[in-house]
């Protein structure tokens, strides 16, 4: 029976996580190369670690993670096409961005459960939890970038528009200090706010006792 509500919890979770990513869609528009805000997308998923547990968290994440494969269907299979990472098919980088970017990215949200009974306060402990998932995420984002996207650095940073100390860190940096930093602000300018945003959110919806009660 436990676990029966479990999985049903779980998949309710998980919907509406895909619901929110849906309307967060809509309403927010996308980065240029992928990656995006959301309304607080993440937060089911750190529900469900925080109420069930870090394994069956991960579990869920992990799951969750599929679902944005499907999600992001079209980017998926335009990376295994010749031409997206440059000359040629390049099966390696496309399935570094399959795994990175979307499996562990996604199933470390199941750390959202960590602090669970550590810390008193429901509220402080279920945004750490949140913070820590998704810190875990942007690693995983920030990694992935630079391995597959460093190239596009010098350009990104004297692009048209662009403030001039990115110019000056080109000048400054060797090409793999200007990847790294690339990835961190690329990344960042998503998931930073997105950060804030379900740090916030989570200390909001911890005052709802039956939200943030313990199963497992």
């Known amino acids: 029976m436990m676990k029966t509500k479990r999985l049903t ?15 967060g869609r809509m309403v927010i528009p996308p980065m240029p190369f992928g990656g995006q805000l959301t309304l607080c997308a993440m937060l089911p998923i750190v529900l469900i670690s925080y109420r069930h547990g870090v394994k069956w968290g991960l579990t869920a994440g992990f799951g969750y993670s599929l679902v944005q494969m499907a999600l992001g269907a079209d980017v998926v299979t335009a990376a295994f096409q010749p031409g997206y990472f440059g000359d040629g098919t390049q099966i390696f980088r496309a399935l570094t961005m399959c795994l990175m970017d ?12 960590c602090f669970r009974g550590k810390i ?10 949140a913070v820590t998932a ?9 990694f992935s970038g630079y ?23 080109v000048e400054s940096l060797s090409p793999a200090a200007l990847g790294w930093i690339y990835s961190i602000v690329y990344n960042g ?3 930073i ?8 959110a989570a200390l909001l919806i911890a005052k709802i006792p039956q939200v943030v009660e313990t199963v497992s």
Not at 9 to 23: D, K, N, T, W
Not at 102 to 112: K, R, S
Not at 156 to 168: I, L, Y
Not at 193 to 200: C, D, K, Y
Request: aromatic letters at 14%.
């Open 102 to 113: 979307y499996v562990l990215a996604y199933t470390l949200l199941g750390l959202g459960g």
């Open 189 to 191: 300018m998503y998931m």
């Open 147 to 169: 391995i597959l996207f460093s190239g596009w650095a010098e350009w990104f940073f004297t692009q048209e528009g662009f403030p001039a100390w990115g110019a000056s860190l």
């Open 9 to 23: 919890e779980s998949a309710m979770l998980i919907a509406l996580a895909v619901v929110l990513e849906l309307v």
């Open 120 to 129: 008193r306060s429901k509220g402080v402990s279920l945004m750490c939890g």
């Open 134 to 142: 998704m810190a875990g995420r942007y690693l995983s984002h920030i």
């Open 193 to 200: 706010p997105e950060m804030i945003l379900t740090a916030a």
